[in-house]
């Protein structure tokens, strides 16, 4: 697939300049936009209960081995918990069901839904569970907590990720596992003196967590090298995509807009109420820095990459009848998704790309309807390729199977309150914060839809529409 892509797509019209034109202008052009709200045709259906999100928290984003250095996965879960618990006043006994995505388990507290929710005070008699699915990890929490109300199994669910880069589990190599439970099991010290006679130096090399896919054995970081190549993207592309997703963070940041963090007091330490990874830099600052992945040549660097982050997030979905019975004001409905896998080798991060023309079909909607788009920036490469994909009719007819191209978000309209460059990417925590953010930005903006996107490892994507709340 490379090479055709390569004679196919390098000169698709998604270029630097087209990607940063409206990066001064993103928040002035978000107010004016306030202004006039849409009256576009509601997304419900007959028959078909209506979702709404109630509320959503995350705890402040941090880059890993920083403030939150010695806490644990369910620490940052449990303050998300009591963030949302508190800036919605809901009692903790009329949540019926809370579901955690994650990625890399402590397996102290494999279950880290249960084990967040009972430190945050829930009911012990309120399920919970925790799933993964990747960078989409929270997103599945959320959908499969629609998935519950739809069902009639449940009215109030609350929905969320965490992730902790700080402490992953690092494991004694495998001779050295077998020898330790075989020590464990041996009846005679003579057993036990043999086995410990076997253990070589070797045997004491620990295992790091992978970070490649296991079915290709490549790390995401190269592969996103390989797709920017694939698609033409140009490192002074990603550089520039990478600045505007920094800067435009700062200026979101700065003007109050990230209402979901909520402050939390770190044991021992201060209070933590921002982000810690927005950090905007200079074209000439980007352009010192060396390929992370693909040597000497590669165009994925440190700085136009998503850090290894610590970070929890929390949300509160309803059914529009039970949310109103008990007084809340909902942000957003929930409306259509989509989930799609792809070749985990060569087409490992576009998902956005496959999923979002399913989710708007779903919606009977275009990409000219949607007035909000946050799509999940694991490498800014990544988002430029997907991006050429979409904007490709050679692509959606040699891939997708379909006649005509999906099309490309207006840059006034991506992620104008910068993204997971910026702001960080807790894995299992992202997937909240972009559809909780597309909520506020449409009450901000008056628009009426959005649209949440994401790609994930395995090859796999997500995609939904959010529908704005009448106020």
């Not at 009450?443 to 529409?465: F, I, N, P, S, T």
Request: glycine content about 8%; overall charge positive; proline content about 4%.
């Amino acid at each position: 697939m490379t090479s055709m892509l390569m004679n196919s797509l390098r000169n698709c019209p998604v270029n630097c300049a087209w990607a940063v034109q409206f990066a001064a202008r993103s928040l002035s052009t978000s107010s004016q936009m306030h202004a006039t709200a849409k009256s576009k045709k509601s997304l419900a259906k007959p028959g078909v209960k209506n979702m709404v999100l109630v509320e959503g928290v995350r705890t402040p984003f941090l880059l890993s081995g920083t403030s939150y250095a010695d806490l644990m996965p369910h620490d940052l879960a449990r303050a998300a918990l009591q963030g949302l618990l508190t800036k919605t006043g809901i009692s903790k006994d009329m949540v019926d069901y809370i579901i955690y995505g994650t990625v890399i388990q402590e397996v102290k507290t494999s279950n880290v839904a249960r084990e967040a929710a009972l430190g945050a005070g829930f009911s012990e008699k309120i399920p919970a569970h925790t799933v993964t699915m990747a960078c989409i990890s929270s997103n599945q929490a959320m959908t499969t907590g629609v998935g519950l109300i739809a069902a009639g199994q449940c009215d109030a669910i609350v929905a969320g990720g965490v992730e902790f880069m700080s402490d992953v589990p690092i494991r004694h190599s495998r001779k050295m596992r077998k020898t330790m439970l075989s020590l464990n099991k041996a009846k005679t010290l003579g057993a036990r003196l043999s086995l410990l006679g076997s253990i070589r130096l070797a045997h004491l090399n620990p295992e790091l967590p992978a970070v490649a896919e296991f079915s290709t054995a490549e790390t995401m970081g190269h592969s996103a090298d390989r797709l920017a190549a694939a698609f033409g993207v140009t490192r002074q592309e990603q550089d520039d995509f990478a600045l505007r997703s920094h800067g435009l963070a700062k200026k979101a940041q700065d003007a109050g807009l990230l209402s979901d963090v909520i402050s939390f007091k770190v044991p021992g330490k201060d209070i933590v109420s921002k982000d810690n990874g927005i950090r905007p830099s200079s074209k000439e600052q980007m352009a010192k820095l060396k390929p992370a992945f693909v040597k000497p040549h590669g165009t994925v660097t440190a700085a136009n990459s998503s850090f290894l982050t610590d970070g929890a997030s929390a949300v509160l979905i309803m059914s529009e009848e039970k949310a109103l019975a008990m007084g809340f004001k909902p942000k957003a409905y929930l409306r259509d998704f989509v989930y799609v896998s792809q070749d985990p080798k060569d087409q490992l991060l576009l998902g956005p790309t496959y999923a979002t023309p399913k989710a708007l079909e779903r919606s009977g909607l275009t990409m000219d309807d949607i007035d909000v788009f946050e799509f999940h920036e694991a490498f800014a490469g990544q988002i430029m390729a997907n991006l050429k994909a979409m904007d490709s009719d050679w692509f959606a007819q040699t891939y997708m199977g379909r006649k005509t191209k999906v099309g490309t978000p207006p840059m006034e309209k991506f992620n104008t309150w910068g993204g997971s460059l910026s702001l960080g990417h807790p894995f299992g925590a992202t997937g909240c914060r972009l559809v909780t953010t597309v909520a506020h930005r449409l009450q901000k903006e008056g628009g009426q839809y959005g649209l949440v996107a994401a790609c994930a490892a395995g090859g796999l994507g997500h995609a939904m529409v959010i529908e704005a709340y009448p106020q």
